[in-house]
């Protein structure tokens, strides 16, 4: 039964049009200096350029006035090399200081924002400079690092973003345990790490430790949208604040780091309700009344048709988590339109109500 929820997830990202275009391009900022132990490990990134800069402005009179487009938070501008093709990016029909050099400046001033703010910030700031995967040597260093960062905060979110990570460790099913362990102490009350934990348990010594930590869970909380929320959070402290289309740009690349955040376990879990039925209905129902993402929602309704929950108990899960896709913002099938404030606006909006509520409000 559990083993279905991945697919479930990834069916209702696609449906609630979480789907990415583009990931981030290299940022250009160099980050900060690691410890004295940490720079022999850790050698300077060398990253592949970023994007081809698009061929310099035609000239005013050259753009027709009326091929013009809305940038939310700067008014319209002319497009160039427009043409018939409504499929192109719409940052490479702007004009270069509005286009794809603001995208690259503005880039460049967030990452620099956080690489000076706390441990989850300077984490993130790592997390974006992530180089190409063609280059095995620079995302070892890179992956060297942001784990020495991550582990040196302690930032339970931060944590778990760095598990990225480990794929280029040397020993990534000890550098995932260590992560998982890690976070499990420093926020014990939430289920989520302890669930996360327990396929790397080392032993049955601790994935009985992990199931206790589980049953004593007093939250179930995943932070969806914590990359984006970080970000955008970073980009509002910016002065001057930056204009919404470029914001709303930036939303819509860390979406897609953000959505691929599934929690991990779900197969031990089955294992262990298999046999601690009366103990998973508890686990379930403080996971269903607790949890603040769609994908731990569904694993709580999982876990209820299996200790045998009522089936309109099981319908009110599905209609709350249909409620949250019903509400993201669709993006525009024109280029062009998702640069104007009635594209930008509603993806902002959702990403605030998102960081403040979660993915799943309702009244405790």
Not at 56 to 67: C, Q
Not at 170 to 190: D, M, S
Request: aromatic share 4%; glycine share 6%; net charge negative.
């Amino acid at each position: 039964m559990l083993r279905a929820v991945k697919r479930w997830i990834a069916l209702l990202a696609v449906a609630g049009g979480l789907a990415v275009v583009l990931w981030l391009a290299p940022f250009g900022e160099k980050l900060p200096e690691p410890p004295p132990e940490q720079r022999a490990a850790v050698a300077p990134l060398t990253l592949p350029d970023g994007p081809a800069m698009p061929a310099p402005a035609a000239s005013a009179a050259a753009v027709p006035a009326s091929v013009t487009t809305e940038l939310c938070g700067t008014g319209r501008v002319p497009l160039r090399n427009a043409g018939d093709n409504t499929e192109a990016d719409a940052f490479d029909q702007l004009p270069e200081p509005v286009g794809r050099l603001a995208l690259q400046e503005l880039q460049a001033r967030l990452l620099q924002a956080l690489a000076s703010g706390d441990a989850r910030q300077r984490t993130a700031a790592w997390l974006l400079r992530q180089p190409a995967a063609a280059d095995p040597a620079a995302q070892s260093a890179w992956a060297a690092g942001l784990l020495a960062e991550a582990r040196a905060g302690g930032d339970a979110q931060a944590l778990r973003w760095a598990a990225t990570a480990c794929n280029h460790a040397p020993n990534g099913a000890q550098c995932r345990r260590e992560l998982a362990l890690a976070r499990a102490q420093a926020e014990p009350g939430n289920g989520l790490h302890w669930l996360e934990w327990a396929p790397e348990a080392a032993n049955e010594a601790e994935q009985q430790q992990a199931w206790q930590g589980v049953l004593r869970a007093s939250n179930w909380h995943e932070y969806p949208g914590g990359l984006t929320a970080v970000t955008q959070a970073a980009l509002a402290a910016l002065q001057p604040v930056p204009p919404a289309y470029l914001r709303a740009r930036l939303a819509r690349e860390t979406m897609g780091r953000d959505s691929t955040e599934v929690p991990e376990g779900q197969d031990w879990l089955e294992s262990q309700c298999a046999s601690h039925r009366a103990s998973c209905a508890q686990v379930a129902d403080r996971m269903s009344t607790e949890a603040d993402s769609v994908a731990l929602l569904l694993l709580a309704a999982a876990l209820g048709r299996h200790v045998g929950w009522p089936e309109d108990r099981l319908q009110a899960l599905a209609a709350t988590t249909q409620a949250f896709h019903d509400r993201l913002p669709r993006w525009p099938e024109s280029p062009q339109a998702a640069l104007g404030c009635s594209a930008a606006e509603p993806q902002l909006a959702h990403i605030q109500d998102v960081a403040q509520r979660g993915e799943v409000p309702r009244a405790r």
